[in-house]
């Protein structure tokens, strides 16, 4: 079972720069893939920001082409979220989730992390 923890979340004012991290731990079949979807405000459903697969393809939202940058270290089983130039609708709860992918669509099974607030002031 793998197991998600975020960090990095907070407080900035439009136009700055963030920095998310997500540290994996346990083992999944199904965990080729990894990314960080949003959602705001809360109980709306959860739309992805960017993924990165087993063989290194990356998708992002077009909303954030551009301007955010995933990575994924799997040497230390570690994704991050580069955000820059953040505007006030990025403003989200951003959770990092591991499971199937292909071509930014998830299928199955899906592990969530407990979530991060990024909040971006005018």
């Known amino acids: 079972q793998v197991h998600l923890e975020e960090s990095g979340g907070g407080s900035v004012q439009a136009g700055g720069s963030l920095r998310l991290s997500c540290v994996a731990s346990g083992y999944a079949a199904n965990a080729e893939c990894m990314g960080w979807f949003r959602q705001a405000p809360a109980g709306k459903e959860r739309s992805g920001v960017a993924?990165?697969?087993?063989?290194?393809?990356?998708i992002y939202d077009d909303a954030v082409k551009g301007r955010f940058t995933i990575a994924r270290d799997a040497t230390k089983n570690s994704l991050s979220l580069q955000m820059n130039s953040l505007k006030p609708e990025d403003s989200a709860m951003y959770f990092c989730a591991t499971g199937s992918c292909y071509g930014g669509s998830w299928f199955g099974s899906i592990t969530w992390g407990q979530g991060t607030q990024v909040t971006v002031s005018a």
């Open positions: 993924s990165i697969d087993g063989r290194g393809g990356v």
